[in-house]
């Protein structure tokens, strides 16, 4: 029998058919669920009967998606933190320290929909995402009678459907997640371009959730790692992509979904921006009484934030080094005689990446540094420019304008550095 992947190696179908389907069914179910959702799928599209039995892992993991989390801090040998995601008891975790707790995907996407703009284009697909979670077994298509054992007389119409139904939430969360960090319709190459604020700022939350369930293990589908890798490449073939807008723009969602996925903020701060609202953060605090002090600063759960960020932001301080960034805000002026105001349009030029990626590498570089310390009391304070940034801009994306006056704007404007300059960075 051969022998099942390692973590990192993939099944091909040969592989699936020939390995799981000599397993005992008692055996089967079990194995399945220590395979990835690709080489699940991969096992699936084998047979009829091989999809039947994925169905109740697939629902499994579709149903951990409604289930709120706890974390727990294991410092091992190498004091690296390893986190445990596992469903909870508030009863049972609160008797064990080191235990944190963790809003579910649905509450977080949820939270995701009611703070971004309903003209985002992708609001009414993240509107179908939720519907499809908050739906009963039977609508999701998960009551499908299997008391006919592996085949019996369910036929693949049957089976087909249920699956399809199963997986329609993953299919979306892994939809809405790729169209925005792999958008290819922003910038084109342009050196200068601007869109609505409120694409942008939720393009960012898009990012900050969904990549930080994926990240978590909570959702399969888009790699973090893979990404990074990507964008990593591309800035490696050529230093000076500096006419690309669509690569500028990954970017700028890397750096303020880092920034957000990484720094502790106030419990105000949090809800301004959108990442957080009253039920997450009850359950945040829960058993953590520091975190009930409205001047407390509340760290972000660290399974979301994914692999360290170092290196990465190290990098994009070189690649973003050139960009400029502002939005402009439209409003009335003062009434005339004619009991109209004259249209006011007010450029606001945000805080530069520099600023927001030295915080972060300082942040997760050593906690206790200085500089760290430094920036905690900025964030405090409310006076770390790169997030009451975010503040304002949320705030201004989800304003509801006069329907005569224009929305915000994001301005985007890329030049190029000389080669020494870049070195020196």
């Known amino acids: 029998m051969k022998r099942f992947a390692h973590k990192g190696e993939t099944f091909s179908k040969f592989d699936c058919q020939s390995t799981l389907s000599y397993l005992p069914e008692d055996c089967l179910s079990s194995a399945i669920s220590f395979l990835p959702l690709h080489d699940v799928l991969i096992f699936a599209s084998t047979s009829n009967t091989a999809m039947i039995s994925t169905l109740s892992d697939l629902r499994r993991r579709r149903e951990n998606m409604k289930l709120n989390l706890t974390w727990k801090d294991c410092p091992t040998s190498t004091h690296q933190r390893v986190s445990y995601i ?6 049972d975790a609160d008797q064990e320290e080191g235990i944190y707790f ?17 003209k985002h284009p992708l609001c009414e697909d993240l509107r179908q995402l939720v519907l499809d979670l908050e739906g009963n077994d039977e609508s999701a298509g998960t009551g499908l009678n299997l008391s006919h054992g592996h085949g019996g007389n369910i036929t693949f119409e049957q089976t087909i459907s249920s699956f399809r139904r199963i997986l329609k939430a993953h299919k979306l969360h892994t939809s809405l997640l790729q169209r925005t960090i792999y958008n290819r319709d922003v910038g084109n190459r342009t050196s200068k371009f601007n869109l609505p604020l409120y694409r942008y700022v939720g393009d960012v939350l898009i990012t900050y959730f969904l990549l930080g369930h994926s990240a978590a293990g909570n959702v399969e589908g888009v790699c973090e790692r893979s990404w990074i890798k990507e964008m990593h490449v591309a800035q490696q073939m050529n230093i000076r992509r500096i006419g690309d807008g669509n690569h500028v723009y990954r970017l700028l969602l890397c750096y303020h979904s880092t920034l957000l996925r990484t720094l502790p903020l106030l419990k105000e701060q949090m809800i301004s921006i959108g990442i957080a609202n009253e039920d997450m953060l009850e359950i945040m605090m829960k058993g953590n009484a520091l975190l009930e002090d409205s001047e407390s600063l509340i760290p972000q759960p660290i399974p979301f934030r994914g692999i360290s960020k170092y290196a990465v932001m190290q990098n994009l301080r070189t690649h973003t080094a050139g960009i400029s960034l502002s939005c402009t805000v439209y409003d009335f002026g003062p009434l005339g005689p004619a009991f109209r105001g004259r249209d006011i349009a007010t450029s606001r030029p945000m805080s530069s990446v520099r600023s927001g990626i030295d915080g972060i590498t300082d942040y997760i570089h050593d906690e206790s540094s200085p500089s760290s310390i430094s920036l905690l009391s900025d964030l405090r304070e409310n006076q770390f420019e790169p997030s009451t940034d975010l503040v304002d801009a949320s705030y201004q994306a989800r304003k509801n304008n006069p329907i005569n006056v224009d929305p915000a704007r994001f301005h985007i404007s890329i030049f190029e550095l000389p080669r020494e300059v870049l070195l020196g960075l």
């Open 102 to 118: 963790l809003p579910s995907v649905l509450l977080r996407l949820k939270c995701l929909l009611k703070s971004i703009a309903i």
């Open 86 to 91: 596992q469903n909870f008891d508030y009863a």
